[in-house]
């Protein structure tokens, strides 16, 4: 077998109920809380500012989805102007404002944003000059954002998006209570559900697949498959879930060290010119993608083999099938892509970085060529 290294930092912290360790966690600590504009209503809010209780130094609740340079960059200046004393970030929320706190956590030494950007778009790895710990607290079942160091940041007035991605950028501590998805709408459930789906089995068709990467991403892809249908019937249902928090860290320890693949590259297009969800953009193409990668590798046949229970030829239909029934339309027509178009993207995706990851595109050879298991 080939080498390989898995890397994970995160503690996770998990459970029903467990958000009320966060004080242990702080240990006394001062912190920002950094979370969206809904914990208020929802009652997460006051909570949250009980729990940090004396060494609260600020609040930010205004982030918004996909967060955007736009938005960011005021949101940036005023948190380090006003919160530089905070030693810890608590991110609360689903991708988004879990992304936004590991946007301001890099401190610039100017405190402004477009230093910060300045930086992403060289694409390079840089060492900040000032950063704040993070501990992450999800309130989606998605994302996996909490073990993964990535932040997605989106500048849609320029047709890109960035990706931050620092040794920094690691949360100190992931809180995965799946209480507080409770209150999250059937849309975003949905959404965030099909994400992890799309995590697990992009990190299995992906050139830097390794067998702890694989093990996650089919515990986690099985555990999506069998929960989420069911957690769509009955919202409320704290054991369903749980399950879906599971899957969702579980596929984030999986792609943490993969990085996503195909069907994410195709999916910015379909967030940025035809408004997609994050979760349905990077989700809707699966099957197709499945059909592309099976014949690849019969090492990462064998893996995906394993996450289904019919035949791996039948599987593609039947991951098609299993979306279509959630109501998720599996054609770029729907979405209002032609199929030329579609062809377009497709090809423009596999040419893009995530794309290069996959296993079925040209010189997507696997890095790990002996992983099997
Ligand atoms: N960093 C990563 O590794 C990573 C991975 C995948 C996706 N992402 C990013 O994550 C974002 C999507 O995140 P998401 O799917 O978690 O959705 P989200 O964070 O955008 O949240 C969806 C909506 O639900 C609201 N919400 C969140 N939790 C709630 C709750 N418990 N109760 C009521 N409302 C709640 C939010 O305010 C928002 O309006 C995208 O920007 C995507 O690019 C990041
Ligand atoms: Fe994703």
Same mark, same amino acid.
């Given at each position: 077998?080939?080498?390989? !290294?898995?890397?994970?930092?995160?503690?996770?912290?998990?459970?029903?109920?467990?958000?009320?360790?966060?004080?242990? /966690?702080?240990?006394?600590?001062?912190?920002?809380?950094?979370?969206?504009?809904?914990?208020?209503?929802?009652?997460?809010?006051?909570?949250?500012?009980?729990?940090?209780?004396? +060494?609260?130094?600020?609040?930010?609740?205004?982030? #918004?989805?996909?967060?955007?340079?736009?938005?960011?960059?005021?949101?940036?200046?005023?948190?380090?102007?006003?919160?530089?004393?905070?030693?810890?970030?608590?991110?609360? $929320? +689903?991708?988004?404002?879990?992304?936004?706190?590991?946007?301001?956590?890099? =401190? !610039?030494?100017?405190?402004?944003?477009?230093?910060?950007?300045?930086?992403?778009?060289?694409?390079?790895?840089?060492?900040?000059?000032?950063?704040? !710990?993070?501990?992450?607290?999800?309130?989606?079942?998605?994302? $996996?954002?909490?073990?993964?160091?990535?932040?997605?940041?989106?500048?849609?007035?320029? =047709?890109?998006?960035?990706?931050?991605?620092?040794?920094?950028?690691?949360?100190?501590? %992931?809180?995965?209570?799946?209480?507080?998805?409770?209150?999250?709408?059937?849309?975003?459930?949905?959404?965030?559900?099909?994400?992890?789906?799309?995590?697990? /089995?992009?990190?299995?068709?992906?050139?830097?697949?390794?067998?702890?990467?694989? #093990?996650?991403?089919?515990?986690?892809?099985?555990?999506?498959?069998?929960?989420?249908?069911?957690?769509?019937?009955?919202?409320?249902?704290?054991? /369903?879930?749980?399950?879906?928090?599971?899957?969702?860290?579980?596929?984030?320890?999986?792609?943490?060290?993969?990085?996503?693949?195909?069907?994410?590259?195709?999916?910015?297009?379909?967030?940025?010119?035809?408004?997609?969800?994050?979760?349905?953009?990077?989700?809707?193409?699966?099957?197709?993608?499945?059909?592309?990668?099976?014949?690849?590798?019969? +090492?990462?046949?064998?893996?995906?083999?394993?996450?289904?229970?019919?035949?791996? %030829?039948?599987?593609?239909?039947?991951?098609?099938?299993?979306?279509?029934?959630?109501?998720?339309?599996?054609?770029?027509?729907?979405? =209002?892509? !032609?199929?030329?178009?579609?062809?377009?993207?497709?090809?423009?995706?596999?040419?893009?970085?995530? $794309?290069?990851?996959?296993? +079925?595109?040209?010189?997507?050879?696997?890095?790990?060529?002996?992983?099997?298991?």
């Amino acid at each position: 077998m080939s080498h390989w !290294t898995y890397h994970n930092p995160v503690a996770v912290h998990f459970g029903a109920g467990v958000l009320e360790t966060l004080p242990k /966690l702080l240990a006394g600590r001062k912190a920002s809380i950094v979370t969206f504009p809904e914990a208020e209503h929802v009652g997460l809010l006051a909570r949250l500012k009980g729990l940090v209780g004396d +060494g609260l130094v600020g609040i930010v609740d205004t982030t #918004q989805p996909n967060p955007d340079v736009d938005g960011l960059d005021a949101m940036y200046r005023a948190f380090w102007r006003e919160q530089a004393a905070s030693e810890v970030i608590v991110a609360v $929320g +689903g991708g988004s404002a879990l992304d936004t706190a590991k946007a301001l956590m890099v =401190g !610039t030494e100017s405190g402004e944003f477009d230093a910060l950007l300045a930086l992403l778009a060289t694409g390079k790895p840089f060492k900040p000059q000032r950063v704040k !710990t993070l501990i992450a607290v999800p309130t989606t079942s998605g994302t $996996g954002s909490e073990v993964t160091a990535w932040a997605t940041i989106w500048h849609r007035a320029a =047709g890109k998006k960035h990706s931050l991605h620092l040794p920094e950028t690691w949360a100190e501590a %992931a809180v995965v209570d799946p209480e507080l998805t409770l209150s999250l709408p059937p849309g975003p459930t949905l959404a965030a559900g099909l994400d992890a789906l799309s995590h697990s /089995l992009e990190s299995i068709w992906n050139v830097n697949a390794n067998p702890v990467s694989d #093990q996650h991403a089919v515990t986690a892809a099985r555990m999506v498959l069998a929960t989420l249908p069911a957690l769509m019937n009955d919202l409320g249902n704290i054991d /369903l879930r749980s399950r879906m928090s599971l899957a969702a860290m579980t596929a984030g320890l999986a792609f943490s060290n993969t990085r996503t693949a195909l069907a994410h590259s195709i999916s910015y297009d379909m967030t940025m010119h035809h408004g997609l969800p994050h979760g349905i953009a990077c989700s809707f193409t699966l099957g197709m993608v499945l059909g592309r990668a099976i014949g690849a590798s019969a +090492g990462r046949d064998a893996v995906l083999a394993r996450v289904f229970d019919v035949p791996l %030829a039948q599987a593609p239909a039947e991951l098609d099938r299993f979306l279509e029934t959630l109501g998720v339309s599996t054609r770029f027509e729907s979405y =209002g892509v !032609t199929a030329a178009e579609s062809e377009r993207m497709i090809a423009n995706a596999l040419e893009g970085v995530r $794309g290069k990851n996959f296993i +079925g595109a040209a010189g997507g050879a696997m890095l790990n060529p002996g992983v099997t298991a």
